[in-house]
């Protein structure tokens, strides 16, 4: 089989397994969908509420605004720079989503450390960032809910792209 991943995504497991490789190179193995997310990325935080787990939302940012509906019920956990690690494991996350440019690195290692799993993201076009949802949606147990948002991305960016092709530089 073909693989459809888009160009620089993570690499996938072998099918049937659960374990997912993220953009730092670390392996994630849930075993079930997470209950309690941290997010500590903005727009990661509206992907997580548009693929359905707003509920499953226990921190976010100070940075995180919408949706204002969900984020505003949620506990800030500082900044993308500097979060506050000791909030974040108290709040008991079954999953912590950074980004390999917007988080620091030693306080990824130091939830890991605590045994709190970590998915880290990294996608630097359009068409990784739709790839990014498919993975999201993998990790999440939102696969279904992800693809369809993918899919509709997918043929978005199918006309921009159609529609800038005739034009002139």
């Known amino acids: 089989a073909r693989d459809r991943r888009p160009r620089g995504a993570p690499p996938r497991a072998s099918a049937g397994v659960s ?3 993220d953009a730092s190179g670390a392996a994630l193995d849930l075993g079930r969908p997470p209950r309690r997310i941290v997010s500590l990325i903005p727009s990661t935080t509206e992907t997580l509420c548009a693929l359905g787990l707003a509920d499953a939302l226990v921190g976010v940012t100070v ?3 919408e949706p204002a509906a969900v984020v505003r019920t949620k506990t800030r956990v500082g900044g993308e720079k500097d979060p506050d ?3 974040i494991r108290a709040l008991h996350p079954d ?6 440019e917007e988080n620091v690195r030693e306080h990824i290692e130091t939830l ?3 045994g709190i799993p970590v998915w880290v993201t990294y996608p630097r076009t359009v068409t990784e960032a739709i790839g990014m949802i498919r993975a999201l949606g993998d990790v999440t147990g939102t696969a279904a809910r992800a693809g369809a948002l993918a899919d509709e991305l997918d043929g978005l960016l199918a006309r921009v792209r159609a529609q800038t092709a005739r034009r002139r530089p």
């Open 63 to 65: 940075y995180c605004r």
């Open 95 to 100: 999953l912590v989503v950074a980004n390999v």
């Open 19 to 21: 374990r997912h490789i």
């Open 112 to 114: 890991r450390a605590w």
């Open 85 to 87: 690690l000791t909030r």
